[in-house]
């Protein structure tokens, strides 16, 4: 398996502290985070990790 280089890991990062960004300025936050929720879950899927296990019930 390929460790994560320090760019990659900073890039990761910032794009966590601009969505945490764009949800405080949201003028629908809670539609801003099921969006951004979506993107996570097929980003997660798209490597073979399932999230069903992590959903708070």
Known sequence: MDTM????L?????KEFAD????KKALDRDS???YQERILK??????????EDLEMK
Do not use: C, F, M
């Open 5 to 8: 280089n320090e760019k990659e």
């Open 10 to 14: 900073k890039d990761i990062r910032l």
């Open 20 to 23: 945490l960004q764009r949800i």
């Open 32 to 34: 801003e985070i099921e």
């Open 42 to 51: 097929a980003q997660l899927h798209s490597l073979g990790i399932t999230t």
